[in-house]
Each structure stands twice: as structure tokens, then as C-alpha cells.
């Protein structure tokens, strides 16, 4: 079943849609996604791993220092040793 919605967007998120074939399969997957990443948060939150905005901009953070940390030499050791099968 389905219903049919009307939504206010700023113009950017508006314009997004208009280049989509299909506005509605894809406001559909990003809500399911939000959905999926809010059931995820609540879960860890009931076995005591909230997260926080706090939290979020450390992992962020200390994504951004190891991928500044990353040459092309060790980006290239890394997928050799994804090449070659496990002993």
C-alpha cells in the first residue's frame, strides 16, 4: 500500500528530486535509511553505547587524521595484502 504525501523542500533538496527518474523510490530509500540508522543508534543505546553528537564528531575527527595520515604507498601495500590469499 502506499500514500501519497506533500512535502515542502528547499529549493536545493527540490532540485535534487527533479534530476531523479523516480523522486519517490528515492525519498523512499533515504527515509528507510534514516529509519535504519535511528534503530541502529537505539540499539546500542539499550546495551549502553549511546551515541552522541559529541561522539559522531570524534569518529569524524579521528577518521579525518588517519585518512590524512594515508600515503598512496601505504593505500598500495593495503590492497596487496587484500590480494593474496589468506595462509
Given at each position: 500500500m502506499t500514500r501519497r504525501v506533500t512535502v515542502s523542500l528547499p529549493d536545493d533538496v527540490a532540485s535534487r528530486l527533479e534530476a531523479e527518474p523516480n523522486a519517490s523510490a528515492y525519498v523512499t530509500q533515504a527515509v528507510r535509511d534514516r529509519m535504519a540508522r535511528e534503530r541502529t543508534a537505539q540499539l546500542l543505546a539499550?546495551?549502553?553505547f549511546p551515541i552522541t553528537d559529541e561522539g559522531?564528531?570524534?569518529?569524524?575527527?579521528?577518521?579525518?587524521?588517519?585518512?590524512?595520515?594515508?600515503?598512496?604507498?601505504?593505500?598500495?601495500?593495503?590492497?596487496?595484502?587484500g590480494r593474496k590469499p589468506a595462509a
Open positions: 539499550q546495551h549502553g559522531r564528531e570524534r569518529a569524524r575527527q579521528r577518521l579525518t587524521d588517519a585518512r590524512e595520515r594515508m600515503t598512496h604507498a601505504r593505500w598500495d601495500q593495503l590492497r596487496e595484502v
